[in-house]
């Protein structure tokens, strides 16, 4: 009597499992409600996991043990039955995967995405299907069932163990892991998102909404009776229809399925955004003292073309600190190719007036724009001096001397990094910047002996150098005052000016004439002359 007992218990509890099997998805249609605490609205949905749970917590160990014999010994009966029946065996595979003939082997969509990683563990509804990896760590904090013909993982304590993590999932991956008769792999991202950008979202809803786009089975159409949820549902549906995202969602959106390791426990497929910033600073070296810009236009570039990049332009100032950040960008390019590849990006500036551009630095660490005034860099200029005696008495032969008197008090040490060369006497001179500076407001000053006809030029010459020219007094001696002689223009005494052009040249002159005593009354010969010429007519 107590074993037929025992079969009648045995012989229920098969046909609660058989009829769990048969609706065996991640989320029952019939709704359940409780109240959390602080008012709150427990927007959870038992699913058939629960349900088999509260039934074994009534059952014995010897009658749990019991059934799982009876359902073994039934596994085998159907496993030898396939074996037999290789149609048979086809149809149940047909069934399982209503769209497997258009669906790629798990061995070649594995190589489209990211290659599965072990050691995965997936909760029960009750932790929104979270996902765990081998250190126990939360890897997901929710995800979707995606197998109405499996049963559902996790327990209120602990999470079920056997999962590959596939990363970055294209279309070919999900429509291999899933199951259901009208897969549309957009709509799922789309839901997808919506769950990211909506974080209270009800997760029962959520995965009702996924079954019914999914199966199109009308049981998945619940109707909540509860405001909130029934208004969740049909934001879900909305956002499940919308392709006003479809572009934002392809390029920065990162699709995951966990897949188990056998045909028990449903896969599941979660998201995440997958965005960077970049942040741009402008640094001005304008030693030059140029006028600065005061807006300054940077634009982004993305090296594959792919990506739609807009509104990826900063416009800098000083109102900002010449500082700014591009943000929300897309991390990755070819999300939805199976080939997925780091974005890599680029900048350039609008051109600046006097300015040189320099751009260091990278997408990670952000970029640095170094400005530096043309100016910045010194102008070089040479100086020629030559020398002219003239007049009948001047002293052709004779060494005058000169004196270049080079002033450097106006420059910086900036306009001063290199030297002033020279050829004098046979030999190449050299003036360094310290001994420009060493002059100090009196000038460095340069002696100098040319004769007529000789010349001596200064290279490398900074722009803005002052410089005088000087000769020493030889009026004395019969000369004139020496005059000094330029294209533009002639001064007595001295000389002085700024260096200002690639080559200057200028002549210092002395002339010394004096006249000749021939003995002739030049009056009396002039008189003497005009008669003879008179006599000639």
Request: charged share 25%; hydrophobic share 30%; glycine share 6%.
């Amino acid at each position: 009597m107590r074993n037929q007992g025992k079969k009648k218990i045995s012989m229920i509890l098969a046909i609660l499992i058989f009829c769990l099997s048969v609706f065996g998805t991640c989320s029952l249609s019939l709704p359940v409600y409780a109240v959390e605490s602080n008012d709150q609205e427990l927007v959870q949905t038992m699913d058939e996991n629960d349900v088999q749970s509260s039934i074994i917590e009534n059952i014995s160990n010897e009658q749990i043990e019991e059934i799982e014999n009876e359902s073994k010994e039934k596994d085998v009966k159907e496993e030898s039955f396939s074996e037999e029946n290789p149609e048979a065996k086809e149809k149940e595979a047909a069934g399982m995967i209503e769209d497997s003939e258009t669906t790629p082997s798990m061995e070649s969509i594995s190589l489209m995405a990211s290659t599965p990683e072990s050691g995965y563990a997936v909760w029960d509804s009750l932790y929104d299907r979270k996902v765990t990896n081998a250190s126990g760590n939360v890897d997901a904090e929710w995800s979707l069932c995606m197998n109405t013909d499996r049963s559902t993982p996790g327990t209120s304590s602990a999470g079920t163990k056997g999962y590959d993590k596939i990363d970055f999932a294209d279309e070919s991956v999900y429509r291999a892991n899933r199951s259901g008769s009208n897969p549309n792999f957009q709509r799922v991202k789309r839901i997808l998102y919506y769950r990211m950008t909506h974080p209270n979202t009800n997760w029962s809803v959520l995965q009702n909404e996924y079954w019914y786009g999914e199966t199109g089975r009308s049981y998945y159409n619940t109707s909540w009776g509860v405001s909130n949820l029934d208004a969740q549902k049909m934001a879900i549906r909305a956002a499940a229809n919308d392709s006003s995202l479809d572009e934002l969602i392809d390029e920065r959106m990162v699709v995951t399925v966990y897949r188990y390791n056998g045909s028990k426990y449903q896969n599941t497929i979660t998201a995440r955004m997958e965005t960077i910033d970049i942040a741009v600073k402008k640094v001005w070296n304008n030693e030059a003292g140029l006028s600065l810009p005061e807006t300054i236009r940077v634009h982004l570039l993305e090296e594959s073309g792919s990506l739609h990049i807009r509104n990826a332009d900063l416009t800098l100032s000083d109102a900002n600190g010449w500082c700014g950040t591009i943000t929300n960008l897309p991390k990755y390019t070819g999300l939805n190719t199976g080939n997925p590849k780091t974005a890599v990006y680029s900048l350039k500036e609008d051109e600046v007036p006097g300015f040189t551009s320099e751009i260091t630095g990278d997408s990670a660490n952000g970029y640095i724009i170094t400005n530096t005034s043309a100016a910045s860099t010194p102008t070089l200029g040479n100086l020629t001096v030559s020398k002219s005696v003239t007049g009948n008495m001047g002293e052709r032969q004779r060494a005058f001397e000169i004196h270049v008197v080079f002033n450097a008090a106006n420059l910086d040490t900036k306009d001063m990094q290199g030297s002033i060369f020279y050829d004098y006497s046979g030999s190449r001179n050299e003036i360094t910047p310290d001994q420009l500076l060493e002059g100090g407001e009196d000038g460095l000053d340069v002696e100098l002996l040319l004769k007529d006809g000789e010349s001596v030029s200064f290279l490398d010459i900074p722009y803005g150098m002052h410089y005088q020219i000087i000769e020493k007094d030889y009026s004395s001696e019969g000369y004139d005052p020496p005059y000094y002689e330029t294209e533009e223009r002639t001064e007595k005494t001295e000389f002085n000016d700024v260096i200002e052009s690639e080559d200057f040249q200028i002549e210092v002159i002395n002339n010394r004439s004096a006249l000749i005593d021939t003995g002739i009354d030049q009056g009396t010969f002039a008189a003497f002359f005009r008669a003879f010429l008179h006599s000639q007519k």
